[in-house]
């Protein structure tokens, strides 16, 4: 079975549709934003070990805080990683996902991100 094609995600609470461009890539360019969302695994070869990452990147054009009327490129990437031994059933990096997403909510994402330990 395969993800939607577009992708529907929301930023800044403004719904993007996001077009595959080939197998595990998602892209939009918005006006100054670029939105990409890959999609990556590895199954079990020497190492026995599953893994899984889907990340979002944005590429921008900023406002250069020093120089009046110059913009400049910033990227941006969050990501999720699981990586798991092939033993586990899938509920388990799946349980182990809702746990963490439970715990990361948007405030304890910007005070982790501001130095909070």
Do not use: C
């Not at 079975?1 to 719904?15: E, K």
């Not at 934003?33 to 990340?55: D, F, G, H, M, Q």
């Not at 994402?109 to 909070?116: D, I, M, P, S, T």
């Amino acid at each position: 079975m395969a993800l939607p094609d577009p992708l529907v995600l929301t930023v800044s609470g403004v719904s993007k549709n996001v077009p595959k461009i080939n197998d595990g890539s998602y892209r939009l360019i918005d006006g100054a934003n670029t939105y990409t969302v890959s999609i990556t695994t590895e199954l079990p070869a020497k190492n026995k070990r599953n893994r899984l990452r889907v990340a979002l990147k944005r590429d921008a054009l900023i406002a250069d805080p020093l120089l009046t009327g110059q913009n400049d490129r910033a990227s941006l990437t969050v990501a999720v990683t699981a990586d798991w031994d092939q033993n586990h059933p899938l509920a388990d990096p799946q349980t182990m996902y809702n746990s963490l997403l439970s715990f990361l909510t948007s405030a304890t994402f910007l005070r982790v991100a501001g130095g909070e330990m």
